[in-house]
């Protein structure tokens, strides 16, 4: 194995650790009741935000759902703008204005904020594509869903608009299996839903959602294709949510062997594993990352809690451009 | 009469209705297994089914549509939407197809579209919104939000009986927070019938849904400064009881429109037109509107504190407009 | 051929005559400056929406769109009401209020009346299918949309919901290549919109929207599949609008071979074709079909004309019931 | 000058933007080979091509949606609906994300939402809607409805250079009744400027879109009764101009909110909010509203012209008004 591809293998690692220890410190803050909203748990979804958004370049942007923590760090959202948006202050991408991963863009970074209604990231995402394409730039956008999402129109009607334009995009789906608790068997009637993409024209594939070499190589191609004018692709990645929907939610309604098969697949502990087996990683360089995550972390914190919250006279500023 | 909050209230009024007619069901997402998002349909799955309680895709559009059709054929649909904010989401079948049907083809269409509305809990942008006006301003629906759990279940009732289609926003933030003396069985609360919630002689101020409270607690406040306050809860949105609104300002020449929703074309322009129409001659001093500025919900709690009016809005602006 | 055969022909025939006189002479009146609003060319689609109509039971019901005049007829709409309803009088179906097909529902009869927004009849039909499941009676829904609705998302989760639900319902897709100016290939990605169905866990099919009996066919058994409990059917009808999208479209858009091509393919005519060569048809049937039509739409027209406008007083009544 | 058509004078508009800048495109149902329901998009698809000037499948979701992301990227997008009816399909990422974008994410939206509007050529109830109050209450949209060709063009071409979402309704009643001298060259009209399109003591008369002429004809009947009406033409609904209709009712004292959208929660309660917060004073009669009544656009000539407010309606509440 190169070093560089152990450099690459690490760096995922490093992704996926960083992801989980952002989500569990703010779930930590949450309960210290530093947290005015709620927040969305992310785990069983590491391995597809960051494999996913790994794949991209530069100068692609990101349209992201309310579990893709890992695509906001990849692309460059520091753990301390991440803890300010939970914690309402000013420094916060949104300036205290959005919650949690709600409006959590910056164009800057090629990452655009969602809003709530599910899967409108899709169609915005839509139209950064559709920029590309229109200025003949190689770029691409990339954008989540989840199983859920794709019952609503809007994911349709996203899927359709793409093929029909050949737009430079990719669309990432992921079936976590519940939709807060709503089971797939309610949500739709089909088995495999990478089957909505022929049906409006585009390739789909299905991935391991747990395995973030896996989501990373499918994304490569998809992007590859989209850069070099073949239109969107969707893929489909299989996971499960492996905690409640929200901070609230203690998810009774979801059978404890369930989520006992997927806790045997969590993607960083497999990947870990994997990791170690082929000489990759060993107890210093784990110890290492684990110290500069739990830095990065704390740093993070620490500046969200030292930042100020927004001032009130404020408040009807900017509701206008 | 036993005490309870305002979700049990609803919660009560769901399970009372559905017992006693089987042409009653509910379709919604996480209503079923879940009971909601806030609980409001607890035990409504267990009781009754899948078969009349649905836990439905993600498809506001579709559910709301298919409630428009099962009214038709003689059902009773009960559509929940998780938030307020997704009514949007299903906003053509309410607006275009529910709305017009009964003037259009003269076919009842007894439907409530319930969600949990409001703000107040640092919940952001896209789960704090109050659209109310949108709906009072299209022709067709009725457009309810109770202040309080004895009229939150009987309204509830109303709206459930009622032949036409009716937005039901329930305040989230009285959810809890609102403890009240409710009749353990059924019984209704008139639409379209304003409440005079505090009686005064200098100022009427009129309001509704959790902007209630407030307007209670800070007319009690300004009693202390002899500054006395009627206070009108709405109830009904639409179609607004201007009688009892006009009766009110009549006595006290003096108006204090307060609602939680953004100002700009909002529940309380409608008031001001009303009021400045109909009792011109009555009043003493400019209407004045207490309501959230022109802004999206912002979610920081210095921020919402200052976009959410309070009882310390209404006091100020109504010793301005006593002092006037 | 039975007797009994040769009159269920000659009365498939008879609809599709009667919905193109009606259409015919609506756009007759419409030139003639009695009809205040517009009106849809129904040219081409006899065949589907006679087809579909005549294979509903009595207590079933449809919900149309605005090439479905025939699905009205066959219901027991009378040609009357139906001018009346151009002519904007007070005895139409919805006293005057909307306008063209758009509300011209019949509840006793029925028919359900359709607002403008495409296809929302579909997520209507959806709640009177699901009325029939609930109260376990064995009547199914029938619903039309076009090709260009079938790109709203109200489409897709009018399928998803259907599927879910396992509801009785049958859609009938009327592919007429265009939607206004658009044609298909601005439309949709895919060679056979059909497979929508599949990707939403229902059967799709395809019929020939220019052969009645094809039509009727293939309702039938999706309509049985649905009485029975098997869940909703999507049938793709394929035809050709043979005039502009309403009165004002000279259509110029359309390639002229196009037209000449299918007009070769006229539903009704070849129909008629058929039932000669079966000797099922002779010049004295259609003498005497063609006399029973003339005069039904006589006497539809002269009852409209006399028929009165709305009082204006009346215009604030029904808001609510 | 050249007189020109209302139509006319949106599609020059349209042609010289989308010459001088580049990132303007333009989408929606059948804009491109047909040029458009009404033609307003005439002869651009021969110029500019399906690049710029896109036939969308029918998605007003996803199309509005990917309005909103082009913008985000700096495009300049134009989405025509193809009947302002229609936007209701549309409505979730308009109202929800074009509108807040700007205040959550410091991001500037430049988008207009076109659409031909409103009432008067008997097109029944889902096609002569006047949805503008929808967006009116929804904060971070400007609303646009001009009057006249002039207007028309200037502030279209306004709406394309603002860096905000505008919805831009054309009162399609005047598309072709309607002609007026037109400058030839590109020229802006600003937003958020009301114009006093008639002068007057007696009477303020504030209204948009088709009424305006309707307006003016009134008053030039009233005139010869000795009853000046002054005309306010808000032309842009959202912000409201409220300086000016200020300053005219506190020059006539007597105010008449004219418009062909439904009355309640419409823009003429604002108005009449507006005026009783701010020149209570001022005022020596009631405001009247001639607006339509709550219901569905009805289809019926007979019904439809009740519906609709006309110079006839002015006439009487001005003297009404007058002899207050
Ligand atoms: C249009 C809309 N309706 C309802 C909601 C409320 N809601 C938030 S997340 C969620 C479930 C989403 O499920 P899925 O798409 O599977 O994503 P997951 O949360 O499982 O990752 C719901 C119903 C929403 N955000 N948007
Ligand atoms: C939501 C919506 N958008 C736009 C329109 C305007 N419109 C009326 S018919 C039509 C074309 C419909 O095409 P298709 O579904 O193929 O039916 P066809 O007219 O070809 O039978 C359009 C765009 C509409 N009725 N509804
Ligand atoms: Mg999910
Ligand atoms: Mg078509």
Redesign the pocket.
Known sequence: MLESDKTDHIKLLYWMMLTRAVDDRTISLAKLGKIPGTI?SQKG?EAISVGAACALSAADVVAP???DLGAYLVRGMTPGRIFSQAMARSTSPSQGRDVNTHGMGDIELGIIGYV????QAMTVALGAAFSFQYRNEPRVALTF??????S?GAFSESLNLAAVLKLPIVFIL?D?Q???S?PSKY?YAITDLAARATAFGLPGMTVSGNNVLDVRRTTIKAIHRARNGGGPTLIKANTM?MEG?ALHDSAEYVPKELLDKWKAKDPIANYKKMLYEKKVLNRRTEKLLLEQINKEVSNGEQWAENSPYPDPSTLTEGVYA | MPEITFLQAINQALHQEMEADNTVFMLG??IGILGGAFKATEGLFDKFGRERVIDTP?C?YAFSGLANGAALMGLRPIVEF??AD?IS?GFDPIVQFAATHHYRQNNPLPIVFRAPWGGGSYAGP?HSQCPEAWFAHTAGLKVVIPSNPYDAKGLLISAIRDPNPVIFFEPKYLYRSQSGEVPSDAYTVDLGLANVAHTGDDISIITYGAMVPEAITASKILHKSNISCEVIDLRTISPLDSQTILDSVKKTGKVLVLHEARKTAGIGAEIAAIVSENAFEYLDAPITRVTAPDTPVPYSPPLENAYRPNSDSVIQAAKTLYYF
């Open positions: 969305f979804h759902m309310h579990r709530s209604h599910l899967p869903t989840g199983d859920g999402a794709s609503e992921e976590n519940y939709a807060y709503t949500q949510r929907h | 997402q996480d993600m506001e998780q938030f997704f989401t896209f």
